[in-house]
Each structure stands twice: as C-alpha cells, then as structure tokens.
C-alpha cells in the first residue's frame, strides 16, 4: 500500500485510497501514472525536471562523476513517447531540431525541423563477449551503438584558433632555442680565447 510517496521518484504524488497509484506531472495539464516498484524512465524525469525549473522549484542535484561525460547542451524539453522512451527527433519547443539516441544524447547537428531526419532512435544494448549486459546502480552519460554525425563546419574555428596556438608555441621555443645556442657559442669562444691565452702566457 502507497503511504503518500513514490520510493524512485521524489516529485510524485500517490493516492493513499484505493486505487492506489502515483502520477508525476509532465505538463500543466498531463499527469503521469507511474510504476514505483521500477525506476522512471529517464525522458519522464526530464520534463519533470523542466516543468519544475519554469515553476522556480527544485531540480534534481545528483553532479557528474570526474570520468564522465555530459552532453553540451546540457538539459532540454524532451517529446517522450507513451512508454517513456525519447521520441528520435526533438526540438526542445523550438523550430531547431536534431536526433538523440535512447539515453536522449544529441548524436547529430542541429537543422531546421523540416530538413532533419531522424528515422531511428539508437538502442542503448551495451554486450560483452556476444551477451547482453545488465546494468544495476549505474549513471549513464553517453552511449551509443553509432558514432554521432556532427559535421566539421561548425568547428572549424575552434580548430584554426588551436592551430595558430600550437604554431605561436612551437615558434616560440624556436626562438628560445635559437637565442641559447648562441649564447653558449659566445660563452665557449670566450673560454678557448681565455685558455689559450693562459697556454700561451699571452
């Protein structure tokens, strides 16, 4: 018997009088039902999470462990199908648009919504020597079968800044290198000057 609380989602709210059953708001208007023997399925927490930042509530505080990795955009709006699973094409209630896979991670660019193309959502299946793997109390940050699709354009100028980096520096310990080895020519004339000097009584 529910007693008021859902064990695996703290933002739910749970009828004590039969039928028992928890509901966690999606929308203004759309209220969830809920399993609370089982985790929520992780588009249903996001736009949880959405709607409670628009209310100026709390969020989930859970931080990024130091191997990790956390997608750029960090959160959005996600469309989320009837059983909790990430719809393969989301907008975040823009005219922008791109493809996740099942754990939501962004895997393309961004393109208009009526030139983009998302025609499968990636399976987050992880196996190990041909066997499927079962993951217990573990945080996912990005996994996919596929390699993300992002094109190089956007990046171009962060690589031309860090091209230009690498040749001040290299340029720099040129010079250093040069301005040393002429110093210690000047310092070992100066040393054959003096000893010859002193072999010769000169």
């Not at 409670?52 to 969020?59: A, L, M, N, P, Y």
């Not at 939501?104 to 499968?120: A, L, M, S, Y």
């Not at 990005?142 to 992002?150: G, K, L, R, S």
């Amino acid at each position: 018997m529910f007693l008021g609380q859902c064990d695996t989602v703290k933002w739910a709210s749970c009828s004590t009088a039969p039928p028992c059953q928890c509901t966690v708001p999606l929308t203004k208007d759309i209220n969830q039902p809920l399993n609370c023997s089982a985790l929520a399925p992780k588009c249903f927490l996001m736009k949880v999470e959405m709607l409670r930042r628009s209310k100026g509530q709390d969020t989930r505080t859970v931080g990024k462990p130091e191997e990790g990795f956390v997608d750029n955009d960090g959160i959005y709006d996600p469309e989320c199908e009837s059983d909790g699973k990430f719809k393969a094409k989301q907008c975040n209630n823009t005219e922008e648009c791109w493809c996740v896979n099942s754990a939501g991670v962004r895997r393309t660019e961004k393109e208009d919504k009526n030139n983009i193309n998302c025609d499968k959502l990636n399976k987050f299946a992880p196996m190990v020597g041909g066997q499927k793997l079962n993951l217990t109390n573990i945080l996912v940050y990005y996994v996919d079968e596929e390699p993300p699709t992002f094109k190089m354009n956007r990046l171009a100028g962060g690589v031309i800044a860090a091209i230009v980096v690498v040749l001040l520096i290299v340029a720099a310990g040129l010079l250093l290198l040069f301005f040393w080895n002429r110093r210690n020519k000047k310092y070992r004339k100066t040393q054959v000057r003096h000893f010859l000097s002193v072999f010769l009584g000169l």
